[in-house]
């Protein structure tokens, strides 16, 4: 048969005319697959926002209750307990760093404080630990399979149950005063690059709370012996002999080393 209408031409307009809702159509899907991938990404964006906005909602009034802790395990605990909370983690503990290792102040497990982890001594000299390469490095640390690790201080980890865990450094100035722990105990998990952030950023508040109790107990101590020079003194001065000199700084003394048991 011979081209519509008798020519070539008008036969190529007729196909391209009739294929114009077709190309239509598919267009109109296409801009409608950008508008559904755009409505999305907005939903995404936005969820991850109120998350975020949410974790700091949490991590200021953890700072908040810091303010009003004055002691070492007091802050250890609430901040093991925190941590716990705000990683979805099994296990979360409180290293305070000390000349040659690591002490423990607090730890959380199962909603409730692991009392044992307080007689926990690491030493750096001789005992494998995570803890000491995440102090001298400065730096966090994550371990996804503890059971094939030799990084770990293989003792805890047995006692903890853990199969992975994350370290966070506390920094005060230039030094590491203590290091954050955070593990799974029922499966192994890879922890995040987001859920490191908020490690560290809660390691970064320990840090400054735990320097602020250091300095009041250190500055409290001061404020005692002071108090127990002028006391002496102060008795010293109203002796009228070497035996009742000696006496008074004697029971000086013996009040002020009973008063501190």
């Not at 494998?128 to 003792?155: C, G, H, M």
């Not at 192994?188 to 952030?197: G, K, L, Q, V």
């Not at 320990?206 to 127990?228: D, M, Y």
């Not at 009228?240 to 080393?257: F, N, R, T």
Request: some cysteine; aromatic content about 6%; overall charge negative.
């Amino acid at each position: 048969p011979g081209p519509v209408g008798g020519s070539p031409w008008l036969g190529l307009a007729a196909v391209l005319f009739a294929a114009v809702p077709v190309l239509l159509y598919f267009s109109r899907w296409r801009d409608r697959g950008l508008l559904l991938t755009g409505a999305r990404r907005a939903r995404v964006a936005e969820e991850r926002q109120t998350e975020q906005a949410r974790l700091r909602e949490q991590i200021d009034a953890l700072t908040g209750a810091l303010a009003q802790v004055d002691e070492e395990h007091e802050l250890a605990a609430l901040v093991a307990e925190r941590v716990t909370a705000l990683l979805g983690c099994d296990f979360a503990a409180f290293a305070s760093i000390q000349e040659g290792g690591a002490r423990g102040l607090a730890a959380w497990q199962d909603g409730a404080e692991a009392d044992w982890w307080r007689e926990v001594w690491i030493d750096f000299e001789t005992e494998s630990s995570a803890i000491a390469s995440v102090v001298f490095e400065a730096a966090p640390l994550t371990i996804y399979d503890v059971a094939s690790s030799l990084q770990v201080n293989r003792r805890l980890a047995e006692k903890v149950g853990a199969q992975s865990v994350a370290f966070a450094p506390a920094i005060a100035g230039e030094r590491v005063v203590a290091v954050l722990a955070a593990a799974t105990t029922r499966e192994r998990h890879a922890f995040s690059r987001e859920e490191m952030t908020l490690l560290q950023e809660l390691g970064a508040e320990s840090a400054l709370a735990l320097e602020r109790v250091r300095s009041a107990s250190e500055l409290q101590g001061a404020l005692e012996r002071e108090r127990l020079v002028a006391g002496i003194t102060q008795r010293l001065r109203s002796a009228l002999d070497l035996d009742a000199l000696l006496a008074v700084a004697v029971s000086e003394i013996g009040k002020a080393l009973a008063g501190r048991r």
